[in-house]
C-alpha cells in the first residue's frame, strides 16, 4: 500500500505516525509540508476526502492562528486555507493519505483507520 504523510518532524504525534506506517509496510513517501506546503487546491481536496472542514485542519493551537483572527467563528473556509498557504505552520499534522481515505492523524492510531 502506498501512503503520503505531510509530516513535521518536530512533532512528536507525527513522528509516531510515521512510525506506525513504516511498521505497517507501507510504502510512504515524506512530504515535510513546512518545507514544501501543499497547494490551496490539495488541501481543499485533502479535507474534502477526511471529510472535514479547513476550521477542523487548523492549527488553532498555533499563536499565528490566534493573532490573525482565524479562531474567530465568523472567519469563513476560504479564509482559512488562504491563511494556510501563506502560513503552513498553521496546518494541523499529521495528514496521511492511503487508497482508502485521508485522515488528519491525531491521536496517531487515526492512521489506522486508513491501512
Request: glycine share 6%.
Amino acid at each position: 500500500m502506498k501512503a503520503l504523510i505531510h509530516h513535521n518532524p518536530a512533532c512528536g504525534t507525527s513522528r509516531k505516525t510515521l512510525e506506525i506506517l513504516q511498521e505497517s509496510g507501507a510504502d510512504v513517501t515524506v512530504n515535510e509540508y513546512l518545507k514544501t506546503p501543499p497547494s490551496r487546491d490539495e488541501l481543499k481536496r485533502l479535507y474534502d476526502r477526511a471529510g472535514i472542514s479547513p476550521r477542523e485542519g487548523l492549527r488553532s493551537k498555533e499563536p499565528l492562528a490566534e493573532e490573525l483572527g482565524l479562531t474567530r467563528p465568523e472567519v469563513t473556509d476560504e479564509a482559512i486555507l488562504d491563511a494556510m498557504v501563506e502560513h503552513p505552520i498553521l496546518i494541523e499534522r499529521p495528514i496521511v493519505e492511503t487508497d482508502k481515505g485521508v485522515r488528519l492523524c491525531r491521536p496517531q492510531d487515526t492512521v489506522r483507520e486508513i491501512l
